[in-house]
Nanobody, 124 residues
């Protein structure tokens, strides 16, 4: 099994930055890891993913140019650097991991493992 633990959430003013971390432990082979978020009353939505081997990245249009996903293979950790935060970025952010190989990892149903979530609140 794989355990994912997120950290780094908090309260920040609009325009500020946060860096989220997701540490994986256990049998950590995964083809990709991603970040999703869920705002109150809304469905979980894709934010970004990174493939574990080649390091390819993909972002939702709403965060492109502001967020950066990266990985540290030695630490089995994925990061989400969030800059120029907006109030609409307020949500619980979840880290996920996928075992199988797909051409696109932007769908939550593909993910086998999830962390407990970390809350990000952006004040205006």
């Amino acid at each position: 099994q794989v355990q994912l633990v997120e950290s780094g959430g908090g309260l920040v003013q609009a325009g500020g930055s946060l860096r989220l971390s997701c540490a994986a432990s256990g049998r950590t082979f995964m083809s990709a890891m991603g970040w999703f978020r869920q705002a109150p009353g809304k469905e979980r939505e894709f934010v970004a993913y990174i493939t574990w081997g080649g390091g390819s990245t993909y972002y939702a249009d709403s965060v492109k140019g502001r967020f950066t996903i990266s990985r540290d293979n030695a630490k089995n950790t994925v990061y989400l650097q969030m800059n120029s935060l907006k109030p609409e970025d307020t949500a619980v952010y979840y880290c996920g991991g996928v075992r199988r190989y797909y051409s696109d990892y932007g769908v939550a149903d593909l993910y086998d493992y999830w962390g407990q979530g970390t809350r990000v609140t952006v004040s205006s």
